[in-house]
């Protein structure tokens, strides 16, 4: 079974352009979470899809978006970058919806590291 | 909001002995869940072991063992017999389910180092 694949693995952007990330979940998982990891901030949750409705939003500017597909395939979309937007961005799928006994692992992709110079 | 805090930055041990990463969170819910996550070098997160509240008993995974105090907010991680291959960061995370789906809410972190 695949695990969870984020494309691309590597990305350097320059300040004030856009960049989209994606992932593609294990199959048969509905839910698609994405985390933004730097050496100052640690993990953050940035948001949450499951059937293609965002269903959490962490507290992250508006220049941060994302989709899901109805096959579960995620995007997320950085308008506008900052250099502070340099980070890990780690995807996670998770098969059930994270309500009652529907509450299982996350499986994590090897992120995307995006640099913004 | 719920906030988990590790209070070890860095620990080192030695090869086959045992350590402790503590881990603490603050919670006014009483149904949730409880992880330690293992991020090694190579960045893939992977779980190592996971914990319901509303189990009394600790759970074990082979040579990763928890102690989970209810009362206390508090969730360590201890492992047994160490290895080389535990050289990594390790979090710990909380998610309550229904109200915030599968939204995981990590510390800041232990870097283990084992040493041989």
């Known amino acids: 079974k695949a695990g969870v694949t984020q494309t691309p693995r590597y990305l350097i952007k320059t300040r004030g352009q856009q960049v989209t990330l994606s992932c593609s979940p294990i199959?048969?998982?509905?839910?698609v979470s994405w985390y933004q990891q730097t050496p100052g901030q640690g993990l953050q949750f940035l948001f949450e899809y499951f059937s293609e409705t965002q269903r959490n939003k962490g507290n992250f500017p508006g220049r941060f978006s994302g989709r899901q597909f109805s096959n579960s395939r995620s995007e997320m979309n950085v308008s506008t970058l900052e250099l502070g937007d340099s980070a890990l961005y780690l995807c996670?799928?998770?098969w059930g919806a994270g309500q009652g006994k529907f509450v299982t692992e996350a499986f994590f992709g090897q992120g995307t590291r995006l640099t913004v110079v | 909001a719920q906030t988990v805090t590790q209070s070890q930055p860095e620990m080192s041990v030695q090869e086959a002995e045992t350590v402790t990463l503590s881990c603490t969170y603050d919670?006014?819910?009483?149904?949730?869940?409880l992880f330690w996550y293992k991020q090694p070098p190579s960045r893939q997160m992977i779980l190592v072991i996971r914990?319901?509240?509303?189990?009394?008993q600790n759970a074990t995974e082979n040579r990763f063992s928890v102690n989970f105090q209810k009362a206390a907010k508090s969730f360590s991680l201890k492992i047994s017999d160490s290895q080389l291959g535990d050289t990594a960061m390790y979090f710990c995370a909380f998610m309550k389910p229904l109200e915030y789906g599968n939204k995981l809410v990590f510390g800041a972190g232990t870097i283990l180092r084992v040493k041989s």
């Open positions: 199959s048969g998982h509905r839910s």
């Open positions: 919670t006014s819910e009483n149904n949730y869940y």
């Open positions: 996670a799928s998770s």
């Open positions: 914990q319901e509240a509303y189990k009394q």
